[in-house]
């Protein structure tokens, strides 16, 4: 291992990209603004897919996929839509050998072509809900773009569903931000908040948007998951009518929510440190490597005991077994942001032990062999799940301020960004100014906390408590 | 259910589109030449992505994701396959606001991508072998096409891999068909052949191709699933250099291997009759649906009990509770393809016995409640897996011929196309004077075939068995 890490504090944005390279997840292309997501990644993202799949499978949807090219007249109906990614789509004017008649652009989303798909498919209240979702890529023309978290393609998938009743779509947006939120805690041990995101920043085209709004180590905000509510504004505009149970024409209401490989960036962010990737067992790929030492033929036959035993009860183990010192074998386990090491030489073995190192902590134990490993390794997994958790945690608090006037807001700024909770007065003037403090931008308007003062910003009366922040 | 579908052997196009429709697996979009794949079509596609990515990474294969977008200049660098693919590409020339410097065709197939990717990645013998594979849509800009058959934007997965020797490489050529010889065979039950392409049937830049050609009910050939070997031209246009053991630099050897969601159109094919899709149960999303007739709680009870017990045994098995006629549910599980159908109605139950119908052969047998019905119905579901393998066997020789001169094989494509066995002298020029017959064109050369006799065009002394056919 010859990857010279930056080390996190001196440089937290080259650290970053140390890191995806070193851990060997993405790597640039010459397509300017798209990465390669090499076999590291992509088994992160396969886990993730797996993952939600199987939750929005649970909860009733079932995956479908539309066309990526989007007719330039389709894209056009819906105004707030075309005005919001017209001017970051890339457009397809040639097709073989000849000019098209009619542009097309590459999704950058696909809003249009599920409200394209519903219009001619949905006839009567039987029909509803449809309850769909796509795994794909979308394209954004970015200007600056950097690995996972701003790229110009990148994987996400896109839930579409349409209902009967507004009732129900503004349910299904709800459920599904909990989904995420569920996602980001449970799985990927990441203390993300949620709420309401301002009509300025809202979805183009949304009625409202609910964000997941999660807290990068260096006290910058990253926004993993959005679910949206479209009321009838697409259904309107791509006339998806429905005979409803009185027998009357409406149009149905319509919901859209999406995450994306952005989330790998935020496992990064969040739980990396100056040795590389840091993993929760429960989105890593691999959960324990085994490291043999020497070659003792008793290495070998434990090793290739205990990676079955721990296989067998569903812990994803491997051993390595390359060519390469144990010096090395461990950088680059630690690189690659492997949970748990289990190292088994001769000299341990002689006293009837093997050693288990954490990631997380970097902590080393020796094991008696006459305990039950498997359970050992479990309860192991389990603990550095909660403990990244609860360090996660811990930071984000750290990094959680107050602001009730600009000065302090500024102050916070130029010291150590966060989650800055200030009172709001709800007017988009005060947001633009608030913006002007080094770009900062309201997350989210969080719906429990209690309204206790004037706006940060103008002094007047506050309608909205908002938490504000630096974003990727 | 009123989807009236065309009889098959009056008009097998228009059978063929109704019984896509009718069984929901797609349905044609605004986008010219573009389908939108519904639930039941993709729920097939997952089910095939499952199985296939399982034996992929058994044999050492990792998923990675390139770029979509592949600019003009990375893609000229070979010239067999720019000549290939040039007449058939979408062309990216606007971005955001502006026009590109340089316009980005959407790939049509990754080999430019991965080369680029190797060429800077890989260092040294130790680096090898690297086999990739990735899952993505890609887009040709066709100008016929037809649902899952021939679409300018399909899914499919093409593996990438490069090696140390030529020998290492043809072995995975030759192991990644033979994969796909058993997916069609062991899992689509399609008894597919394969062989080697001739030169002119290649893929552009390849040293050979190896395909697999399956038959479909109405005699026309369907190439589902190709493995080319490069040799080292791309590694020579693309610069992929490495240092060997001898510590020499050199040009690694390369494959790829692609299959599509047209095999989706080939189970229709192969399988469908005129009640609608027929579905091999190893490769069915859905293998058993249980309906219930009537409102005695004696029927709901034995449904959830079967379906739970069918689910536990790794028999994927729903029960149809929607608010319809038995009538309209047998029809609609016969349109979509289930496999077995389990009725459970109040008078069966009064005489302790439930009805199973088969879907490939419409066979209904009532069974005693006593029996083992996990046993009854695992062994079921193998019957008809083999019964439409055989079946399809069947079919498949009887629409199997020789021909040894350009009258026979006329007389042939005239009556009944299927696939046509002659002896072949390798000129291209009675490959074209063969194409002349309405479009056949040759499928393969078999390997283990003996030559008998003389070039079924020119009558000169052959040099290949060759077996021909019309294809989609």
Redesign the interface.
């Known amino acids: 291992m010859n990857n010279k890490i930056t080390l996190r504090d001196v440089d937290f944005s080259k650290w970053y990209t140390d890191v995806v390279m070193a851990a060997k997840l993405a790597?640039y292309?010459?397509?300017k603004g798209?990465?390669?997501?090499?076999?590291n990644g992509?088994?992160i993202?396969?886990k993730m897919q797996e993952i939600l799949d199987k939750k929005f499978k649970e909860l009733g949807h079932?995956?479908?996929?539309?066309?990526?090219?989007?007719?330039e007249n389709?894209l056009k109906k819906e105004q707030d839509l075309v005005e919001g990614f017209a001017?970051?789509?890339?457009?397809?004017?040639?097709?073989?050998?000849n000019k098209l008649e009619e542009?097309?652009c590459?999704r950058p989303t696909s809003e249009t072509?599920f409200s394209?798909?519903f219009a001619?498919?949905v006839r009567s209240y039987k029909d509803l809900p449809l309850m769909?979702n796509q795994w794909?890529?979308v394209?954004r023309?970015e200007k600056e773009t950097r690995p996972f978290l701003r790229s110009?393609?990148f994987?996400w998938q896109e839930g579409h569903t349409i209902h009967e009743t507004e009732e129900e779509a503004i349910k299904e947006t709800k459920q599904m931000m909990d989904v995420y939120k569920w996602f980001h805690h449970e799985i990927l041990a990441i203390p993300s908040i949620t709420g309401l995101k301002t009509e300025k920043e809202k979805f183009a085209g949304a009625e409202f948007t609910l964000t997941n709004e999660a807290l990068m180590y260096n006290g910058v905000s990253l926004q993993a998951g959005t679910s949206h509510y479209f009321g009838q504004k697409f259904s309107k505009a791509y006339n998806i009518k429905f005979q409803s149970k009185e027998n009357k024409e409406e149009y149905v209401y319509q919901t859209s929510w999406g995450t994306a490989t952005r989330m790998i960036g935020a496992l990064i962010m969040v739980h990396g440190d100056d040795k590389g990737l840091v993993l929760p067992p429960r989105i890593a790929p691999k959960q324990v490597v085994i490291i043999p030492i020497g070659k003792d033929e008793r290495v070998f036959e434990l090793s290739n005991k205990l990676n079955k035993e721990l296989n067998d009860n569903n812990i994803v183990t491997y051993i390595d077994t390359t060519d390469r010192t144990p010096g090395y074998k461990f950088a680059e386990a630690e690189v690659n942001g492997i949970p748990v090491r289990i190292e088994i030489g001769p000299r341990d073995l002689d006293n009837n032990k093997i050693t288990f190192a954490r990631r997380d902590t970097s902590e080393k134990v020796t094991i008696d062999l006459d305990q039950d490993l498997v359970e050992f390794t479990k309860d192991l997994l389990e603990k550095i799940q909660n403990n990244l958790y609860d360090k996660a945690v811990e930071r984000r608090d750290a990094l959680t301020f107050t602001a009730t006037n600009m000065d302090e807001m500024k102050k916070i700024l130029d010291i150590q960004p966060g989650f800055i909770h200030a009172d709001w007065c709800g007017n988009p003037e005060c947001e633009v100014k608030i913006k002007e403090l080094k770009g900062c931008k309201s997350r989210c308007i969080t719906e429990d906390a209690l309204i206790t003062g004037k706006c940060v910003c103008c002094g007047k009366e506050a309608k909205h408590h908002v938490i504000w922040g630096l974003q990727y």
């Open positions: 790597s292309t010459n397509v798209c990465i390669a997501i090499e076999p992509y088994a993202w396969e079932v995956n479908v996929q539309m066309p990526m090219l989007i007719p389709l001017p970051e789509v890339a457009w397809v004017t040639e097709g073989g050998k542009r097309h590459i072509m394209d798909y001619s498919h769909y794909c890529n394209l023309w110009r393609e994987l």
